[in-house]
């Protein structure tokens, strides 16, 4: 049910299947983990890093582990210069993350102003927890790279030799 106290979701954000249950996010990062009947279990606290106060959870690997992402400094440019952002993937417990994996995650411009901001039509990974990998899809290479929690590659999906459509008024549009 709605609220905030032990098995009731406040804002619902995400959902996972994992082998033994469910587990439901809510926006202030407090995952509840059921039975597939619906019975509460436990909660799992948002994920903590040690360079960074806490991790976007991506993700879950089973009822404990969950892939969560930390983003990195912002790089120093300047006016019209762009670099990528680089993400780490990390495998967290609730007292303790593991980096599996560092990635571009999307590209950062320096606007009119100065200020630094995401290329909002540029290429972005993505990434997910599916069974007991970790799969990143990079921008505009058309590759994805599974991992094991440990960061062991597993496997890779190769299809670079496709090239993409360009980016038109058209698609901004629409996704504006």
């Not at 709605?2 to 299947?17: F, H, M, N, S, T």
């Not at 690997?61 to 680089?86: A, F, K, Q, T, Y």
């Not at 599996?100 to 630094?116: A, D, H, L, M, S």
């Not at 058309?142 to 670079?160: A, E, M, Q």
């Amino acid at each position: 049910k709605a609220g905030r106290g032990p098995g009731e979701i406040d804002d619902l954000w995400a959902v996972w299947k994992t082998q033994n249950g469910i587990v439901a996010e809510d926006a202030g990062g407090v995952a509840s983990v059921f039975t597939l009947s619906g019975q509460y279990r436990r909660s799992i606290p948002r994920g903590v890093d040690a360079s960074a106060r806490r991790v976007e959870r991506l993700g879950m690997i089973n009822d404990s582990l969950s892939l969560g992402r930390v983003s990195e400094d912002m790089p120093e440019m300047n006016v019209g210069e762009s670099r990528p952002v680089h993400m780490r993937l990390v495998a967290t417990t609730p007292t303790n993350s593991s980096t599996i994996v560092r990635y571009p995650e999307r590209t950062v411009v320096r606007g009119q102003k100065g200020r630094p901001r995401p290329d909002v039509f540029g290429p972005r990974s993505v990434a997910t927890a599916v069974g007991d990998r970790v799969c990143v899809g990079f921008p505009a290479r058309f590759v994805i790279d599974c991992y094991d929690v440990n960061g062991k590659p597993l496997v890779r999906t190769d299809l670079s030799h496709l090239s993409p459509d360009p980016v038109t008024r058209s698609h901004q549009e629409d996704f504006i």
